[in-house]
């Protein structure tokens, strides 16, 4: 019983972690049509942020708070200066938000090594429920995971600012007709799934360390979640990042983690094939 | 590295020397590629010209440095035959690339099979049956394919198989399968060296032509036609999906042997081969020096390896950040790469099939007035 337990928090925590890191994939794919490459890097560079403000002496949590601002503005700033270049061709977007992302990563790795920097949890501990033992931080990240998929869905569906990204989505010319800055919509649009991917990597540095290939290994898993669930809602990816994450973490439990790793790929893209709308289709929120 | 330098030197003084060559013949309208001359032929014989004496002026390692370059061009002309010709962006060459390794890999660790008469059908059988497979489940079925879709998919396909090769211990695991025995055929053994060159760089010269044969076939022009509107050729009574498996698996041939190539030379497969590493960089060789011209793949491949190769001394960690930056560049502002400086838009998309006026002397007339811009 108690061993069951563990296993399912486990299971939990880590497609909680994917959650959180598909959501800013899952924004800026839905919203954008954009498969956005450079995405792992923006979780990496969240994870830096929270490691610069702990190795200068700053409090962790400091730092975990400033990250999703400072990656958001860069992600703006980019948006500006070289993604929007891009709308035209996704195929193109692909490789320029590759590029992009090379640049980044290998930066960070110049700055910090080749090294596993490790950064303490702000919460330390464990929570004791009876014989059994979870980690305080593990059980943080997946109240944070819940309560920013709660806060981008009432944004998406209950505010103005939601309002005005969705029918950018839907009708850019009518959008535009009707008096809303397309391009500024797509900038903030892109800020803010750069800023959820920085908050992720803020969140899960303590649990990984930090490494300049951090985000690769989140990159492609988060792009089958996106196919898995269906790009152009909101939900969809958040659905699809669940499946693939609890897979991926439940999986090895029953088999060989070798062969669990790679049966969830065959049997995502399997799924996209035969049904490639994703799990939940449509659009909206 | 004398390669590299003199490629980018060459591409830098090219237009000169075509405008240089072509002065005297413009009593035709003046421009770079009226009709007598020709800038493609011109690129291709240099390199060619370049690739046979460089055995000669390198030292030995560089030599063997060189071979690696001819075989990664290979791998890079698989790639361009997809992406640049028939739009299929392949984000997992590297699966068939790194299969055909793994596979003549194990011949030789499990079979003692070294000959090249078989390892080399081998690794481009391999190559093919992935392609077909792969090919066949993403490109066919009921619905087409959206181009996100094939592109992480054959991503994903390449980052699995990276994964099973790294775990699993048949394989070798992480370490890959170490010390591969010389290719040979009857006694005699391909060491590397300039003799391994020139075997590869045959294959390459051979493999090329074949390419130039096909993609300025009718098909080439279907396939052309593919890239630009997929639509359109579907009305005109093509079967779109059957034409992109068909390149899509000559690709997968193409990438399998210069993968069975290069896993003999290096000596050794690791699980890279495979993954995301292997099929990005084919990427940017494509891209960097042109998709949708042979040459460009060629060239790009070149450049990139014998910069890298150049820099890895002092620069090796700003080297990946430069290559970034300049692959950004040539994406914004250069799509079509680097040969583009060179070669005009019209040489580029070249002539199909064969030309009805091929006669003893020059082009016909309505070529002469399409001036290069």
């Not at chain 2, 390199?47 to 370059?69: C, G, M, S």
Request: proline share 5%; net charge neutral; hydrophobic share 55%.
């Amino acid at each position: 019983m108690a061993s069951t337990f563990a296993a399912v928090f486990e299971i939990v925590s880590f497609g909680a972690i994917i959650v959180l890191v598909v959501l800013g994939l899952g924004i800026i794919a839905s919203m954008m049509g954009i498969f956005n490459f450079a995405q792992g890097e923006f979780v990496l560079l969240g994870a830096y942020v929270t490691y610069l403000a702990y190795a200068h002496g700053a409090p962790v949590w400091a730092g975990m708070v400033a990250a999703p601002f400072v990656v958001g503005a860069i992600g703006f700033v980019l948006e500006a200066l070289i993604i929007r270049r891009f709308y035209a061709a996704p195929i193109v977007a692909m490789l320029g938000t590759y590029a992009l992302g090379l640049i980044i990563r290998e930066s960070v790795r110049g700055l910090i090594g080749g090294f596993y920097l490790t950064v303490p949890e702000p919460i330390g501990g464990s929570i004791d429920l009876g014989s059994v033992h979870i980690s305080a931080w593990r059980f943080t990240i997946i109240v944070i995971t819940l309560l920013v998929m709660g806060g981008c869905y009432l944004l998406l569906s209950r505010t103005s600012f939601g309002l005005r990204v969705r029918a950018t989505l839907e009708n850019p010319a009518l959008a535009r007709a009707s008096g809303i800055s397309t391009p500024l919509i797509y900038g903030a649009t892109f800020a803010f799934g750069a800023a959820l991917a920085g908050l992720a990597g803020a969140l899960i540095v303590p649990v990984f360390s930090l490494f300049a290939d951090l985000g690769i290994r989140f990159l492609i898993q988060g792009f089958v979640a996106v196919m898995v669930g269906g790009v152009g809602s909101f939900i969809g990816p958040v659905a699809g990042a669940g499946v693939i994450g609890t897979l991926s973490a439940a999986l090895p439990w029953v088999m060989s983690p070798v062969v669990a790793d790679v049966l969830v790929f065959v049997l995502a893209i399997a799924f996209i094939k035969f049904r490639p709308q994703g799990l939940i289709a449509g659009k909206g929120v | 590295m004398g390669g590299a330098r003199e490629a980018v030197a060459r591409i830098g003084e090219g237009p000169d020397v075509v405008t240089g060559e072509d002065a005297p013949a413009a009593s035709a309208p003046a421009g770079r590629t009226s009709a007598g001359w020709k800038v493609l032929p011109i690129v291709e014989g240099l390199v060619l010209l370049i690739a046979l004496v460089l055995p000669w002026i390198l030292q030995d390692y560089l030599t063997v440095f060189a071979t690696r370059v001819v075989i990664l061009a290979l791998f890079a002309l698989s790639f361009d035959l997809v992406w640049g010709y028939a739009g299929i962006m392949s984000f997992g060459q590297a699966l068939f690339f790194g299969a055909a390794g793994y596979g003549v890999a194990l011949m030789a660790r499990d079979l003692n099979v070294t000959s090249i008469l078989l390892i080399l059908p081998a690794g481009t059988l391999i190559g093919l049956t992935a392609a077909l497979l792969l090919g066949g489940f993403l490109l066919l079925g009921r619905y087409p394919s959206s181009v996100i879709f094939v592109s992480l998919g054959t991503l994903t396909g390449s980052y699995a198989a990276d994964r099973l090769a790294r775990g699993w211990y048949y394989l070798g695991g992480q370490n890959g399968i170490p010390s591969i025995p010389p290719l040979t055929l009857g006694s005699y053994e391909f060491e590397e060296g300039p003799v391994y060159y020139y075997m590869v760089l045959g294959i390459l010269v051979v493999t090329y032509l074949l390419c130039r044969f096909l993609v300025r076939s009718q098909f080439g022009l279907a396939l052309a036609g593919l890239r630009e509107n997929e639509q359109r050729i579907a009305f005109f009574g093509y079967k779109a999906q059957h034409l992109k498996a068909i390149i899509f698996a000559v690709g997968g041939t193409i990438a399998g042997l210069a993968g069975s190539l290069y896993a003999f030379h290096e000596g050794f497969v690791w699980p890279n081969m495979l993954g995301v590493v292997f099929s990005t960089q084919v990427v940017l060789y494509v891209l960097f020096g042109g998709s949708g011209t042979l040459i460009g793949a060629v060239i790009g491949t070149v450049i990139i390896e014998g910069v890298s190769f150049w820099l890895s001394d002092n620069y090796r960690d700003v080297w990946p950040i430069i290559l970034g930056v300049l692959l950004l560049l040539v994406i914004m502002f250069r799509p079509l790469g680097l040969v583009s400086f060179v070669l005009g838009e019209r040489e580029r998309v070249g002539s199909f099939g064969k030309e009805p006026g091929k006669g003893p002397s020059k082009a016909p007339k309505k070529e002469v007035g399409n001036a290069a811009p």
